[in-house]
């Protein structure tokens, strides 16, 4: 499966933006859906998670509460709401896909498949 994320701007903080990831060759019910993301100078995180069916999902600390990873397997699509946003989300956010025995994994090495990023940028 071959993934597109999409979405990305420049927001002022308390903004809101929706991320979307599309998959291209495969449907993408067949894997669990995942985003991570990498700020300057950082190392790449595991944003949140979600199974094939849609019901499991995980996040990190630092999002939780504040954003939320849904999916619509009928346009094959992973969607990432982001809300309350903040200087320190700025960065280039990242959609993969893992094997669907995975489920909302937040482990980076169960996912195979990764689009390019889209870039965040969120001002103070």
């Known amino acids: 499966v071959q993934l597109q994320a999409s979405g990305g701007g420049l927001v002022q903080a308390g903004d809101s933006l929706r991320l979307s990831c599309t998959a291209y060759?495969?449907?993408?019910?067949?894997?669990?859906g995942g985003w991570f993301r990498q700020a300057p100078g950082k190392e790449q995180e595991f944003v949140a998670g979600?199974?094939?069916?849609?019901?499991?999902?995980s996040y990190a600390d630092s999002v939780k509460g504040r954003f939320a990873i849904s999916r619509d397997n009928a346009k094959n699509m992973v969607y990432l709401q982001m809300n309350s946003l903040k200087p320190e989300d700025t960065a280039l956010y990242y959609c993969?896909?893992?094997?669907?025995?995975?489920?909302?994994?937040?482990?980076?090495?169960?996912?195979?498949?990764w689009g390019r990023g889209t870039l965040v940028t969120v001002s103070s």
């Open positions: 993969a896909a893992a094997g669907s025995r995975w489920g909302s994994t937040s482990s980076r090495r169960h996912y195979n498949n």
């Open positions: 060759g495969s449907t993408f019910d067949n894997y669990g």
């Open positions: 979600i199974d094939w069916s849609g019901v499991g999902t």
